[in-house]
């Protein structure tokens, strides 16, 4: 992990949605309140249980947030997110602690910003605050549909739809380079890494998507689709 404090908030080209509504005083209030740091791809970023003291945007790379399993008990993957997402606004009002990890996936730069300028920020900007809420409002959506799938879909159903968010929301293109692990494939769809592997075998052998080198595409976003809504 290294920290680098030479980025300005107001030089930024890669400000989050949120934060380019901020005038250049707010700007450079949350850049005296922030840290840029790298995290080496599988460092822990957040630990569950530990004090949310900020939020987290991410400047580069991809991340993981997922709730610690138990002793003989897998994680639960919550989500991914890319860089330009921001993690850590449920512990704005809520409880003061996390109640999840977050670890890097890729090797990956985010700035860590006071959780009480974000407060303030909240209070004084209302086209910021307007923006907060929307991203808390698609996080608690995601979380529902989430909950449903692994409690509804067969296990073909749940990764086709893990895939399909993958390569939309996430990467954002069809072909991929695939950092995440089956375990991680796994974790993320509620199922063995066993079963994981070879529900992905039959997709490949299907000609639906193709896996090689670690790059994964999707071949034939249709037949996911179909297999999303009826699996």
């Known amino acids: 992990m290294d920290t680098d404090q030479i980025s ?32 080496k791809r599988k460092e822990i970023i957040a630990k569950q249980g530990a004090f949310a003291s900020h939020v987290m945007y991410i400047k580069k790379g991809l991340v993981k947030q997922y709730i610690e399993g ?20 449920s512990s704005l009002y809520g409880k003061s602690t996390f109640d999840y ?6 090797e990956s730069v985010l700035c ?27 996080t608690t959506n995601y979380a529902y549909h989430q909950l449903y799938d692994l409690t509804n879909r067969q296990l073909n159903g749940r990764l086709a739809r893990a895939l399909l968010y993958l390569a939309k929301d996430v990467f954002k293109k069809r072909k991929f380079n695939m950092s995440l692990s089956r375990k991680d494939l796994a974790d993320f769809t509620g199922m063995s890494t066993m079963s994981a592997i070879r529900v992905l075998k039959g997709f490949i052998g299907e000609g639906i998507i193709s896996d090689e080198n670690g790059t994964m595409e999707i071949l034939n976003i249709d037949a996911l689709e179909n297999i999303m809504r009826t699996g």
Do not use: W, Y
């Open 70 to 89: 138990s002793t003989g008990h897998d994680d639960v993957i919550i989500n991914f997110f890319p860089a330009g997402q921001i993690i850590g606004l």
């Open 8 to 39: 300005n908030c107001t030089l930024c080209g890669n400000k989050s949605e949120c934060f380019k509504h901020l005038s250049k005083k707010e700007l450079n209030i949350t850049d005296k309140g922030k840290v840029e740091i790298h995290f």
């Open 112 to 138: 860590l910003i006071n959780i009480n300028i974000i407060r303030d920020l909240i209070k004084e900007n209302g086209v910021f605050s307007t923006m907060i809420i929307q991203k808390m409002s698609e």
């Open 101 to 106: 990890s977050v670890s890097a996936v890729d």
